[in-house]
């Protein structure tokens, strides 16, 4: 029980210490979030026409495989 009334006496210390620390967050600009959105959009589109390409070309020759040596 005592634990709990000392945690909610340092309760509005810890309130008031948090107002404080959100007062110096900053935020990114408008032109750093669209820059980094485009990059992780532009990898995105990349790694997944790579990863495409990949499956295809190991299924073609999978379908090979099985083609000449019977199944």
Do not use: R
């Not at 634990?3 to 948090?18: A, G, Q, R, V």
């Amino acid at each position: 029980m005592e634990k709990f009334l000392s945690t909610l006496k340092s309760f509005p210390k810890f309130i008031s210490e948090s107002i404080e620390e959100t007062k110096k967050l900053t935020f990114p600009t408008k032109a750093s979030v669209i820059a980094g959105t485009s990059a992780v959009f532009i990898v995105s589109i990349i790694l997944s026409i790579y990863i495409f390409l990949i499956d295809f070309i190991v299924s073609q020759i999978i379908a090979y495989i099985i083609k000449v040596f019977g199944g």
